[in-house]
T-cell receptor, first 112, second 115 residues
Framework: QKEVEQNSGPLSVPEGAIASLNCTYSDRGSQSFFWYRQYSGKSPELIMSIYSNGDKEDGRFTAQLNKASQYVSLLIRDSQPSDSATYLCAVNILRINTPLVFGKGTRLSVIA | GAGVSQSPSNKVTEKGKDVELRCDPISGHTALYWYRQRLGQGLEFLIY????????KSGLPSDRFSAERTGESVSTLTIQRTQQEDSAVYLC?????????????FGPGTRLTVL
């Protein structure tokens, strides 16, 4: 099992819809979870961090964490074409000697 | 405030040459990370520095790769005798520390092309 898994996509949603991006992780002891957005040809940009079970909202973005299920998701409400990018999930995996492990990302395409 | 900066933004070199890539972290960030991203691929962790501690070199792909950091400031990633498979974007990130809650912020990257 990979340490951090994401569906590679592409995930296509119509403009104005809710985009739901999912991530599972292997280490039940993980404590911190991050979502990055990476536009084509650009570097990753941090958009959300979450540390506790439940939902965390920031504008059109909501991160959801369920530690029992080892599952973290990112919801994007009122999706816009400018949201089209690859979304990377990052998790601290305690047994691996690096502070964060990144998933391979999900490519989101918002269709106007 | 200033973010993470990297130079050069692009580097084209010939196979067998050595290259140096530079990263300047956010002021006050004690932790610094190097990643590699090949075209269309995910992030590959290379090495990180935390304060004055010895760096974790476990992710370096071969002994041709090395990195240094002066105190808690600039870092240089050196690739000796470059190979075509070294072509990638090299990303640097920094964070306040390496505790579990610390957020990493990325620089714009250096695109390396080995001919």
């Amino acid at each position: 099992q990979k340490e951090v898994e994401q569906n590679s996509g592409p995930l296509s949603v119509p403009e104005g819809a809710i985009a739901s991006l999912n991530c599972t992780y292997s280490d039940r002891g993980s404590q911190s979870f991050f979502w990055y957005r990476q536009y084509s040809g650009k570097s990753p940009e941090l958009i959300m961090s979450i540390y506790s079970n439940g939902d965390k909202e920031d504008g059109r973005f909501t991160a959801q964490l369920n530690k029992a299920s080892q599952y973290v998701s990112l919801l994007i409400r009122d999706s816009q074409p400018s949201d089209s990018a690859t979304y990377l999930c990052a998790v601290n995996i305690l047994r691996i000697n690096t502070p964060l492990v990144f998933g391979k990302g999900t490519r989101l395409s918002v269709i106007a | 405030g200033a973010g993470v900066s990297q130079s050069p933004s692009n580097k084209v070199t010939e196979k067998g040459k050595d290259v140096e890539l530079r990263c300047d972290p956010i002021s006050g960030h004690t932790a610094l990370y190097w990643y590699r991203q090949r075209l269309g691929q995910g992030l590959e962790f290379l090495i990180y520095f935390q304060g004055n501690s010895a760096p974790d070199k476990s992710g370096l792909p071969s002994d041709r790769f090395s990195a240094e950091r002066t105190g808690e400031s600039v870092s240089t990633l050196t690739i000796q005798r470059t190979q075509q498979e070294d072509s990638a974007v090299y990303l640097c990130a920094s964070s306040l520390g390496t505790d579990w809650y610390n957020e990493q912020f990325f620089g714009p990257g250096t695109r390396l092309t080995v001919l």
